[in-house]
């Protein structure tokens, strides 16, 4: 160091320090850091409340969410429906171009259930918005697609008082001349809704068939197929005019209508109508059953195969007691298991699913309707207005609105058409066709290649020769080879499997009861050939495949039936709780000791003609059920033991039950109550095979003081076992049926005594 105090340059004086290597960090990546293509693919997966959660977290979401369409035309409303607070959420995706946004808010305007109006023009407010949602939903759909909204607005509408569906009717009819754009679909939409109405009418239809030639003119192919089906008949008698009719038939054909493809391909599959060489003729057909691939359905979602077998073979029981077609059981089905492929759906609520689906077909297919309030009262009051409401949003949303789809019957129609059959033998086809909709593993085939191997086994059964004839592997495209294996285990499925049973060991078998009638020639009591001489017929070596039994366990069939609890459904705080005064009551059949203990008095049905479209005349304004006159009719209780036996011997469903106590007498007589509420009849307990019936006059029976264990009794009627007859008995009736209440938590508790038009139906 030299003086001064400074130091110096040196190694000894000053010793640079060592230099450290630091770690350079990777740059974290967040969700910010993605390209913007990436991070609205991202968005678009999500759900409206996540949507909202990420929107407030950056501004740069912010902006992207707000500024990009495409993520509000592609978020999900899954579960979710239309409220006070929710509005304006659905409101702005459905402006944007969300579909299950704008179908939901249009159903919700429509029944007036969610969006909390004021009663003063709720007809009209609803109307008006609900027919701007509509159109909305409609415009979002592709132009070959079958327009859909004329179901929710298909007449007769309420006769009483402003009805929203006629409001919703004139908005739209407004609105064909304002959008061009979707001019064709409404117009479609509006002339459906007029073909509906009586046939006096012939004002309506006229104007139904105005309306289709201009959506014709506006490009709207399904308008163009329906009036080419209502000229057809005019077309026949002359050659050179049918000629051109087909031709243009094969034009509508070879634009994507699919209707027009299955009406030409039976056409083709019975003759040569074009004039055409065998083989292009053979082609047309086998064009249709290449449609096969696109209609094929998948296999559904977290659901056991004993779980839609029950659920099936409950809208069996309900197509035949109101006396639906066939086809509207299969699109129902299809309704269903197309869902199922694309959503899960808890084990309390498939059995609404399968309702809703059901009420939204037959107004797609049938001329007769299930009426909402009618399918409520189908699943025992187990689920509310409200949300069968809301499962026919959530159905409607998931499908795209494509209801009908081809399916088992089109293509078993056109294979009829090419080999027909005995009439018998036709019974038989068509009874296989709806065991196969019972059984989860006949839905993965295609349903064109399923069809074939129905109509090969069909043949076989009844030593059709020869069994497989080369035009239908020409038309088809399927060989013998290619439908043997499929063959045996349709056979191994609906023949020779033991038919599952529900929960009270009571065998399923909907389908087997409804082909037992003479209609059917009782087909179903058929014996069938056994397993060995099928493989002797089919020339191929006995060997049984492998088929999983549907055996569903005690407790999960329990679980299945049972009613959801109050605890386990949605309830929104907007939800309107008065519904519970529009919900029939189902009914029980009595016990044979009971109807021989009350004679013809009980003799009431509920008759399904009456049911019409009530159910759904305008539910939101109010409509009260019609009066009827009660008397009252005391049997004084019994006081010594020996009578006390006797009159519980003949309350019980059970011959050899006796009761020696008063505790005893309760005990029976709960048996007794339960054993009309579940008759013998396959799938779910509300559901009888008898008919149902309209409201009359009816006739209070007090027979004997229950405990409160059974339910509470009014507190101005006598205390006592009630039950409600009619004063008259209808003609041609044979069930004997009686109407109870259903006390479940969740159905809405008692009917409001302060409704002075309402029967007021006693607890037990």
Same mark, same amino acid.
């Given at each position: ?163 929203? $569906? ?66 057809? $008949? ?49 082609d047309l057909v086998t064009q249709f059953f290449g449609l096969s691939n696109a209609a094929a359905r998948s296999d559904t979602q977290g659901i056991k195969d004993s779980m839609r077998y029950i659920l099936v073979d409950w809208l069996v ?162 060989s013998k080879e290619d439908l043997v294996p499929l063959c045996l285990q349709l056979y191994i499925i609906c023949f020779s499997q033991n038919v599952p049973t529900d929960y009270r060991h009571v065998s399923l078998t909907g389908v087997k ?252």
């Amino acid at each position: 160091m030299k003086g001064g105090g400074l130091h110096c340059h040196c190694s000894k004086c000053y010793s640079i320090p060592v230099r450290k290597r630091v770690r350079k960090r990777s740059p974290s990546l967040t969700l910010l850091a993605l390209p913007e293509e990436v991070l609205l693919c991202v968005l678009q997966c999500l759900s409206a409340e996540d949507l909202l959660s990420i929107r407030a977290v950056h501004s740069q979401l912010r902006d992207i969410v707000d500024n990009h369409s495409s993520v509000w035309a592609r978020i999900s409303f899954r579960d979710t429906w239309p409220t006070h607070s929710t509005l304006w959420l659905f409101e702005r995706a459905a402006e944007k171009g969300n579909f299950e946004a704008a179908i939901k808010l249009g159903i919700a305007y429509l029944y007036n259930e969610g969006p909390l109006l004021s009663d003063e023009g709720r007809a009209d407010v609803c109307g008006r918005k609900a027919s701007h949602f509509f159109s909305l939903a409609e415009g979002l759909r592709p132009s070959t697609a079958d327009p859909f909204i004329w179901v929710f607005i298909r007449p007769p509408w309420s006769p009483s008082g402003s009805c929203c $569906k006629a409001v919703v009717f004139d908005h739209l009819k407004n609105e064909c001349d304002q959008n061009k754009e979707i001019r064709g679909p409404l117009l479609h939409c509006l002339a459906r809704v007029l073909q509906f109405f009586e046939v006096s009418e012939d004002e309506k239809h006229s104007q139904a068939l105005s309306m289709l030639e201009q959506s014709s003119m506006a490009g709207c192919l399904q308008s163009s197929y329906l009036l080419w089906d209502l000229n057809r $008949k005019t077309n026949i008698s002359d050659p050179g005019r049918y000629l051109q009719c087909v031709r243009t038939l094969r034009d509508y054909a070879a634009k994507g209508c699919w209707e027009a493809q299955l009406t030409l391909a039976k056409l083709c599959s019975t003759g040569n109508p074009l004039g055409l060489e065998t083989k292009a003729c053979t082609d047309l057909v086998t064009q249709f059953f290449g449609l096969s691939n696109a209609a094929a359905r998948s296999d559904t979602q977290g659901i056991k195969d004993s779980m839609r077998y029950i659920l099936v073979d409950w809208l069996v029981e309900v197509t035949t007691m109101k006396d639906f077609s066939s086809l509207t059981l299969h699109v129902t089905v299809g309704c269903v298991d197309r869902y199922l492929a694309l959503r899960s759906v808890p084990k309390a609520y498939l059995q609404l699913l399968g309702i809703a689906c059901m009420v939204i077909c037959t107004r797609y297919v049938s001329k007769e309707i299930l009426t909402i309030r009618e399918a409520v009262w189908l699943t025992d009051n187990t689920y509310k207005y409200e949300d069968l409401v809301r499962m026919m949003g959530e159905v409607v949303s998931v499908l795209q609105g494509k209801i009908r789809i081809p399916n088992l019957l089109d293509f078993g129609e056109v294979l009829l058409s090419l080999l027909p059959l005995e009439r018998r033998t036709n019974h038989l086809f068509w009874y296989i066709c709806e065991l196969s909709l019972l059984y989860s593993p006949l839905t993965t085939p295609p349903p064109a290649k399923l069809a074939c191997a129905i109509l090969l086994l069909t043949r076989a059964l009844h030593h059709y020769a020869p069994i497989w004839p080369s035009q239908v592997v020409n038309c088809t495209g399927f060989s013998k080879e290619d439908l043997v294996p499929l063959c045996l285990q349709l056979y191994i499925i609906c023949f020779s499997q033991n038919v599952p049973t529900d929960y009270r060991h009571v065998s399923l078998t909907g389908v087997k009861q409804r082909f037992e009638d003479e209609a059917y020639q009782c087909i179903s009591k058929e014996k069938v050939m056994d397993y060995k001489e099928l493989c002797q017929m089919l020339a191929v070596p006995e060997e049984k495949p492998e088929v999983e039994p549907l055996s569903p366990s005690v407790e999960e069939s329990c679980t299945f039936l049972a009613s959801p609890s109050s605890t386990s459904k949605r309830r929104d705080d907007g939800m309107r709780t008065n519904r519970g005064s529009f919900m029939a009551t189902p009914t029980a059949e009595l016990s044979n000791q009971e109807e021989t203990l009350l004679g013809d008095i009980l003799d009431w049905s509920l008759d399904t003609s009456c049911s019409g479209y009530e159910g759904d005349q305008e539910e939101s304004e109010g409509e009260k059920d019609a009066e009827s006159s009660l008397i009252s009719l005391q049997l004084h209780p019994m006081v010594d033991a020996d009578s006390r036996e006797q009159h519980c011997r003949a309350l019980s469903s059970d011959d050899d039950s006796l009761c020696e106590t008063d505790q005893e007498l309760v005990e029976n007589t709960d048996q007794c109550i339960s054993s009309c509420a579940n008759p013998p009849s396959s799938g779910y307990s509300s559901v009888s095979p008898s008919s149902s019936c309209s409201s009359s006059s009816l006739i209070a029976c007090t027979f004997k003081n229950l405990t409160s264990s059974l339910g509470s009794v009014s507190a101005n009627a006598q205390p006592g076992f009630r039950l409600l007859v009619p004063m008259q008995c209808p003609k041609g009736t044979s069930s004997k049926q009686v109407k109870r209440k259903n006390k479940a938590a969740h159905s809405g508790g008692e009917v409001d005594k302060s409704d002075g038009d309402s029967v007021g139906f006693l607890s037990l």
